[in-house]
């Protein structure tokens, strides 16, 4: 009796875990195209940084569509701040091209650190599942994400981010802003 407790404890832990993950990831990756998009809208036109941001946008396209699927797969209800993280992503790609092309490399360097983190972070929590298929490729996946991201973060501190008008106000803001859209997306 003790055992199959256990069992059905361990199972809605993993379950509670994958459902976050996913959701929250999945918000991620939709905040990130928006944010793309924003910036493409205002800086698409320059040559170099048309297709920068273009290039990044594109991997953040598949990584929307890589969670997409695992939502499906895994029955995972989406957040119910799609809509406003789809805005507010837009208008801070928008705002933070309007400052300048440094301004939008510090946007994506404030993010991308977060989320790095945030990956890690899942990353450690897997640990603890083993010895399950599934579990292995999300691990996979989320590693991959990762190092995409932090590619991003490397390509926008090459194009100058740390010389954005008020670097340090603007990394600070734009980084508890997605620490805190990270804690609504678990829950909402």
């Known amino acids: 009796m003790v055992n199959s407790w256990q069992n059905m404890h361990l199972e809605r832990k993993r379950h509670v875990l994958v459902d976050n993950i996913i959701r929250v990831d999945r918000a ?6 928006w944010i793309y998009s924003g910036q493409h809208a205002v800086l698409g ?4 940084m048309g297709s920068l941001i273009q290039n990044m946008w594109e991997q953040e396209k598949k990584h929307l569509s890589v969670m ?9 209800r989406p957040t119910a701040l799609s809509d406003v993280a789809k ?12 400052m300048g092309n440094e301004a939008a490399m510090a946007c994506t360097e404030a993010v991308e650190t977060v989320i790095g983190e945030h990956y890690d972070d899942q990353l450690k929590e897997l640990e603890s599942v083993t010895g ?8 996979r996946i989320i590693a991959e994400f990762r190092d995409d991201e932090l590619e991003h973060l490397d ?13 340090a106000l603007l990394s600070a803001v734009i980084g508890k802003g997605c620490e805190v859209a990270i804690d609504l997306c678990k829950r909402v």
Do not use: C, M, W
Not at 155 to 167: C, G, M
């Open 155 to 167: 390509t926008a501190v090459e194009h100058h981010s740390q010389r954005a008008p008020a670097h």
């Open 45 to 48: 036109s320059d040559v170099k």
């Open 28 to 33: 991620g990756e939709l905040a990130a195209n």
């Open 87 to 98: 805005g507010v992503s837009f208008a801070l790609g928008v705002s933070t091209a309007l």
């Open 68 to 76: 997409d699927k695992l939502q499906l797969q895994y029955r995972v």
């Open 132 to 139: 399950d298929d599934e579990i292995e490729d999300l691990k």
